[in-house]
């Protein structure tokens, strides 16, 4: 998994309380993605970041908030939990944009449910 | 436990024969073009890539085509084996852009 952890790998939660998943590398990439997959939707991009403390929204980012404080880890916060949010969340890496570089490559997923 | 869509277009083979999977794209200014495998319980995996400015590009066992007149990807698997079943999907990203668009995948059994 190129050099990617999650964790937790699998959560299980209650409404209402929040989460918080962390993506670590260890490939010293300067772009980092957080994604949620469902069936019926494929992969989702929630938010990104380019760099420590630059971040951007994705598609679906309502309800998430990231932060990114070391160039190593990337952190997804679920505020306040809902039903709506169990998914399998994928963090990736890549090294750049705009060159041979910039392919994304995934981590092993976190399975979050909540109840 | 099972992490893609449950009602994927499947694309059944026999070990030992070849596989093709196919990709439509939309958008005409996307320049790069990724191709990944998902087994089940896992992240995607990368298989290989090609740019706008290539119309094939070789790997082991696999093979990707690009056919921009008409927004058409492909996929192809060389002696499929058991290992290859999983869901395949691509990926496409437009110049400049910092965000990748995916399809929705296809699910490839192995026949024995």
């Known amino acids: 998994d190129a050099g990617i952890t999650q964790s937790p790998r699998h959560k299980v939660t209650e409404t209402g309380t929040p989460v918080t998943l962390r993506c670590h590398q260890t490939?010293?990439?300067?772009?980092m993605y957080w994604y949620r997959q469902d069936p019926g939707h494929g992969l989702r991009l929630i938010h990104y970041?380019?760099?420590?403390?630059?971040?951007d929204k994705g598609e679906v980012s309502d309800g998430y908030s990231v932060s990114r404080s070391k160039t190593e880890d990337f952190l997804l916060t679920l505020e306040s939990a809902t039903s709506s949010q169990t998914s399998v969340y994928f963090c990736?890496?890549?090294?750049?944009?705009?060159?041979?570089?910039?392919?994304?490559?995934f981590g092993p997923g976190t399975r979050l449910t909540v109840l | 436990g099972e992490s893609v869509g449950l009602h994927l277009p499947t694309l059944s083979v026999q070990e030992g024969d070849n596989s093709i999977i196919n990709c439509a794209y939309s958008?005409?200014?996307?320049?790069?073009f990724i191709w990944y495998k998902q087994e089940s319980g896992k992240g995607p995996q990368f298989i290989i890539d090609?740019?706008?400015?290539?119309d094939k590009r070789q790997g082991q066992r696999v093979t990707v085509l690009l056919n921009k007149t008409v927004k058409h990807l492909s996929l192809q698997i060389a002696a499929t084996q058991p290992g290859d079943s999983a869901v395949y999907f691509c990926?496409?990203?437009?110049?400049?852009?910092?965000?990748?668009?995916f399809g929705q995948g296809t699910r490839l059994t192995i026949n024995p």
């Open positions: 970041s380019y760099g420590v403390k630059d971040t």
């Open positions: 490939e010293n990439h300067r772009y």
């Open positions: 090609i740019r706008s400015n290539m």
């Open positions: 958008n005409s200014a996307s320049d790069y």
């Open positions: 990926a496409e990203k437009a110049q400049g852009a910092q965000k990748l668009v």
């Open positions: 990736a890496i890549s090294e750049s944009i705009g060159s041979w570089l910039d392919t994304q490559y």
